[in-house]
């Protein structure tokens, strides 16, 4: 069984230890902690997506917009 939890390190307490316990009994587990960046903080993880963003936005404040018909994707 694989299981992702996404948590503040602040609330982390003796429940959370208890539920993990819960949740796998007597297996042997495997705990990786990182941190987890939300999707604004990854998108401008770089220079080239921090670009990228700001020249997309510029042009949707000028109005240079493109339309995509959903649906026409969606039907592939």
């Known amino acids: ?6 948590i503040k390190a602040n ?4 429940s959370f230890i208890a539920g ?7 297996k042997r ?5 990182e941190e987890d960046l ?8 770089s220079e080239a997506n921090r670009k990228h963003l700001a020249d997309a936005l510029k042009n ?5 917009t493109t339309k995509v018909d959903i649906d026409q994707y969606l039907k592939k």
Request: hydrophobic share 35%.
């Open 38 to 45: 939300d999707e604004t903080e990854y998108l401008h993880s």
């Open 20 to 26: 993990i316990k819960a949740m796998f009994k007597n």
């Open 11 to 14: 609330e982390l307490d003796e």
């Open 1 to 6: 069984m694989y299981t992702s939890i996404h």
């Open 60 to 64: 949707a404040e000028q109005g240079k």
């Open 29 to 33: 587990i495997a705990i990786s902690v």
